[in-house]
Nanobody, 121 residues
Framework: QVQLVESGGGLVQVGGSLRLSCATSGSIFIINAMGWYRQAPGKQRELVALVSKDGVTNYADSVKARFTISRENAKNTVYLQMNSLKPEDTAVYYC???????????????WGQGTLVTVSS
């Protein structure tokens, strides 16, 4: 089994900061990339930030210069540091891992359960 466990969500004031964590467990050969997605009420799920196994990052335009994604490959863990939070950042944030469980397996996506971030005015 592969499991992604998220933590760090909560309620924060406008301009505040939160740090999300996502730890993977189970039998994993290699994680090609890990990322954070979010879904606001009435909206489609969107990519927030992504980091490859080689450390290449990508961010949504709406969060550039405010959010930072990082990873600890040895722990198969990814973080999202969120600064200067805005009300429009309010959403359920989901952790994603694109990985191979064995050298012979296909690449599959795995998802965490989601953690709610609420930014109040």
């Amino acid at each position: 089994q592969v499991q992604l466990v998220e933590s760090g969500g909560g309620l924060v004031q406008v301009g505040g900061s939160l740090r999300l964590s996502c730890a993977t467990s189970g039998s994993i050969f290699i994680i090609n990339a890990m990322g954070w997605y979010r879904q606001a009420p009435g909206k489609q799920r969107e990519l927030v930030a992504l980091v490859s196994k080689d450390g290449v990052t990508n961010y949504a335009d709406s969060v550039k210069a405010r959010f930072t994604i990082s990873r600890e490959n040895a722990k198969n863990t990814v973080y999202l540091q969120m600064n200067s939070l805005k009300p429009e950042d309010t959403a359920v944030y989901y952790c994603n891992a694109r990985l191979r469980r064995t050298p012979w397996s296909a690449v599959n996506d795995y998802w965490g359960q989601g953690t709610l971030v609420t930014v109040s005015s």
